[in-house]
């Protein structure tokens, strides 16, 4: 629940920077509608199972609200809010036409045969299908949910109101999903990492590049930055590590994963531990794993001078106050892994118009948004008391709603 505290503190910090007064502060904070409904499955052997299912509304001041439905045993209210109010402001820090919400249900999908699965998931849309919708809530995947389990929810959701693609996003193809969807989040850290680079006179070409977690966000980010000339040193995951100080050849690493389900034994590299992986001599580090990775004990051993965050909250408050004064810089999570949520919106936008764009319109449009969100979240650095560009991240976001907040009040 570090994450919670985090997100809390990281508020509690713009809003006092923007001086929004308490009033604001708690309109903004207060989610706008939370649901939890029983979900009584009936199982394949015949008994019986009640989960909880949940969606958490946080704000709908800048358009429908964005969010994933995350299946996992941990599901609770608190975590979900949290989450919710994250997507609001990484939706508007992207400046997508947005507001934040998060859903899920308490359920462990690895103990559910695939047909529970999908009677869950109908039943979970059967209870939401009112409040969901392309221009209320539009859901998403999230941990423990997949493009199938969107299917199901957009055939079920037509049930109720018909065919309408754009309720959910991250679908397969043949259903309206998005071309580039899949990659969207680790090719929207490369674009990140680009702009910052240049910022700082640096290119792509040569740099050493180090992974945690080599899952969808992880091995895209690895075999991106590589096809643009970087050099990926070491990468981790729930295995171990493997490095090789020449770069490692990402193509032939994501092959033995999928053989081998992991990266140790990687005949191309020299098996390594998970924290030598993060303290390895690299200029770039991608946390793209889980959360409060970087703390108060292991941030000064960190070498890279620039941090991307994939993951959702891998640096704590603490690690940030020791990068910032060692002068590595942190591309914080709102805005370095928010390529996940641009392409859903490009897929909904597609979905509206019944018109798919091409793989390359897609990367194209995505690349813009990145390159705008980092030039407006320079200038609100440039423009305010932030230190970092995470608390200029945060201020641009909650200001984008406060303004919208206040105009349609
Ligand atoms: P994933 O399940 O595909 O991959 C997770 C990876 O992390 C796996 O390789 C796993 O082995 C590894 N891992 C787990 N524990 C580890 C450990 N202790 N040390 C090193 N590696 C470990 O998940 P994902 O979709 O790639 O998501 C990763 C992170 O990115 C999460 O924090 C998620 O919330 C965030 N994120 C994902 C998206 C997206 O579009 N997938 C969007 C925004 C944020």
Same mark, same amino acid.
């Given at each position: 629940?570090?994450?919670? =505290?985090?997100?809390?503190?990281?508020?509690?910090?713009?809003?006092?920077?923007?001086?929004?007064?308490?009033?604001?502060?708690?309109?903004?904070?207060?989610?706008?509608?939370?649901?939890?409904?029983?979900?009584?499955?009936?199982?394949?052997?015949?008994?019986?199972?009640?989960?909880?299912?949940?969606?958490?509304?946080?704000?709908?001041?800048?358009?429908?609200?964005?969010?994933?439905?995350?299946?996992?045993?941990?599901?609770?209210?608190? =975590?979900?809010?949290?989450?919710?109010?994250?997507?609001?402001?990484?939706?508007?820090?992207?400046?997508?036409?947005?507001?934040?919400?998060?859903?899920?249900?308490?359920?462990?999908?690895?103990?559910?045969?695939?047909?529970?699965?999908?009677?869950?998931?109908?039943?979970?849309?059967?209870?939401?299908?009112?409040?969901?919708?392309?221009?209320?809530?539009?859901?998403?995947?999230?941990?423990?949910?997949?493009?199938?389990?969107?299917?199901?929810?957009?055939?079920?959701?037509?049930?109720?109101?018909?065919?309408?693609?754009?309720?959910?996003?991250?679908?397969?193809?043949?259903?309206?999903?998005?071309?580039?969807? =899949?990659?969207?989040?680790?090719?929207?850290?490369?674009?990140?990492?680009?702009?910052?680079?240049?910022?700082?006179?640096?290119?792509?070409?040569?740099?050493?590049?180090?992974?945690?977690?080599?899952?969808?966000?992880?091995?895209?980010?690895?075999?991106?930055?590589?096809?643009?000339?970087?050099?990926?040193?070491?990468?981790?995951?729930?295995?171990?590590?493997?490095?090789?100080?020449?770069?490692?050849?990402?193509?032939?690493?994501?092959?033995?994963?999928?053989?081998?389900?992991?990266?140790?034994?990687?005949?191309?590299?020299?098996?390594?531990?998970?924290?030598?992986?993060?303290?390895?001599?690299?200029?770039?580090?991608?946390?793209?794993?889980?959360?409060?990775?970087?703390?108060?004990?292991?941030?000064?051993?960190?070498?890279?001078?620039?941090?991307?965050?994939?993951?959702?909250?891998?640096?704590?408050?603490?690690?940030?106050?020791?990068?910032?004064?060692?002068?590595?810089?942190?591309?914080?999570?709102?805005?370095?892994?928010?390529?996940?949520?641009?392409?859903?919106?490009?897929?909904?936008?597609?979905?509206?118009?019944?018109?798919?764009?091409?793989?390359?319109?897609?990367?194209?449009?995505?690349?813009?948004?990145?390159?705008?969100?980092?030039?407006?979240?320079?200038?609100?650095?440039?423009?305010?008391?932030?230190?970092?560009?995470?608390?200029?991240?945060?201020?641009?976001?909650?200001?984008?709603?406060?303004?919208?907040?206040?105009?349609?009040?």
């Amino acid at each position: 629940m570090q994450f919670i =505290e985090a997100s809390k503190f990281y508020f509690d910090q713009a809003a006092k920077a923007l001086s929004l007064g308490s009033r604001r502060e708690r309109q903004l904070l207060t989610p706008m509608r939370e649901i939890k409904v029983e979900l009584t499955l009936p199982l394949d052997n015949g008994e019986i199972a009640t989960f909880i299912g949940y969606r958490v509304q946080h704000d709908n001041a800048r358009g429908p609200m964005k969010g994933g439905i995350r299946y996992n045993p941990a599901v609770d209210p608190d =975590e979900v809010t949290a989450l919710a109010t994250l997507m609001t402001w990484k939706t508007a820090v992207v400046d997508l036409p947005y507001g934040g919400a998060k859903g899920g249900i308490n359920c462990d999908p690895r103990q559910l045969s695939q047909d529970e699965l999908q009677r869950l998931t109908r039943l979970w849309t059967d209870a939401m299908h009112d409040v969901i919708g392309p221009n209320l809530d539009i859901p998403a995947p999230d941990m423990g949910t997949n493009a199938q389990t969107m299917a199901w929810i957009v055939d079920q959701y037509a049930n109720y109101k018909g065919w309408q693609p754009a309720v959910i996003t991250g679908k397969p193809i043949e259903l309206g999903g998005s071309l580039g969807r =899949e990659a969207a989040t680790g090719r929207g850290c490369l674009f990140a990492l680009e702009a910052v680079l240049e910022d700082a006179g640096r290119s792509l070409e040569g740099i050493r590049v180090a992974v945690q977690g080599f899952g969808n966000v992880g091995s895209w980010a690895a075999r991106l930055m590589a096809e643009r000339g970087a050099k990926v040193v070491a990468v981790s995951d729930v295995t171990g590590g493997i490095a090789n100080p020449d770069g490692l050849d990402v193509p032939a690493l994501i092959a033995h994963v999928a053989a081998t389900k992991g990266v140790v034994n990687f005949p191309g590299g020299a098996n390594a531990s998970g924290e030598q992986v993060l303290t390895c001599d690299c200029d770039v580090l991608v946390p793209a794993a889980m959360e409060g990775v970087f703390t108060k004990v292991n941030a000064k051993d960190v070498r890279a001078k620039w941090i991307v965050e994939g993951a959702n909250g891998p640096t704590t408050p603490e690690a940030d106050e020791t990068f910032r004064a060692a002068g590595v810089t942190v591309i914080p999570d709102i805005f370095a892994n928010a390529g996940g949520v641009t392409v859903s919106y490009f897929e909904w936008v597609q979905n509206i118009q019944a018109y798919p764009w091409t793989e390359e319109h897609v990367n194209r449009e995505l690349r813009a948004r990145m390159r705008k969100a980092y030039a407006d979240i320079k200038e609100q650095a440039r423009a305010s008391s932030a230190r970092d560009l995470r608390e200029a991240a945060f201020q641009l976001a909650i200001q984008r709603v406060a303004r919208a907040t206040k105009l349609r009040s």
